[in-house]
């Protein structure tokens, strides 16, 4: 069965540019999660979708959205690019079970660069 | 606010030794604990993930133990090796968010 996949892996930006990032999930997962990581802040909860439904958000500016799509592929947007946006930006997918948190699995990355 | 510790933040070791990482979380209102390992530039591997329910986890040289009333979890590796040297990454979870520590750095020498 194939991993979490993201695409693409790597990303060159300017400041002020926006961004789209991809995540395909495991088959038959329907829970899809993005992380930022940074050497400062370390991993931070961006957002978490089900069913094309935003259930969880974290801390982020408005400027960072998602979408989830009905096979469960899910993108990310970051408009108006900053400097400290750059980061790597982790993508996870889980097999919902109701009313359990279950095992998550992670993509390998998307780093994203703004210059 | 769950807030989560690990230590140490680094570790230096020779190979075959067994080693402890420790994980320390705030709110005990969780549902359960993975474990992860992350390698340079790379995404998470999921190592271990423990119901609440549980207290240890195991998958060969590996086990995990998890104390929701104390907010502990530690992860024992046993007769390291030079490919167990990576970051290593505790995250309670709470619906389906995970909260992370900021690892701890694991150096095997040969």
């Known amino acids: 069965k194939a991993g979490v996949t993201q695409t693409p892996r790597y990303l060159i930006k300017t400041r002020g540019q926006q961004v789209t990032l991809s995540c395909s999930p495991i088959?038959?997962?329907?829970?899809v999660s993005w992380y930022q990581q940074t050497p400062g802040q370390g991993l931070q909860f961006l957002f978490e979708y089900f069913s094309e439904t935003q259930r969880n958000k974290g801390n982020f500016p408005g400027r960072f959205s998602g979408r989830q799509f009905s096979n469960s592929r899910s993108e990310m947007n970051v408009s108006t690019l900053e400097l400290g946006d750059s980061a790597l930006y982790l993508c996870?997918?889980?097999?919902?079970?109701?009313?359990?948190?279950?095992?998550?699995?992670f993509g390998p990355g998307t780093r994203l660069t703004v210059t | 606010k769950q807030e989560v510790t690990q230590i140490p933040a680094a570790l230096s070791v020779p190979e075959g030794e067994n080693l402890v990482l420790n994980c320390s979380f705030t709110d005990s209102a969780i549902y359960n604990l993975q474990w992860f390992r992350q390698d340079p530039g790379k995404g998470l591997t999921s190592l271990l993930l423990i119901q609440s329910s549980q207290r240890e986890q195991t998958s060969g040289r590996l086990n995990a133990s998890l104390d929701k009333s104390s907010g502990r979890s530690t992860l024992y590796i046993a007769a390291s090796q030079p490919g167990d040297s990576a970051t290593y990454l505790c995250a309670p979870i709470r619906g389906q968010k995970l909260v992370f520590g900021q690892g701890t750095r694991l150096t095997i020498n040969p």
């Open positions: 088959s038959g997962h329907r829970s």
């Open positions: 996870a997918s889980s097999l919902e079970a109701s009313g359990a948190a279950v095992e998550q699995y």
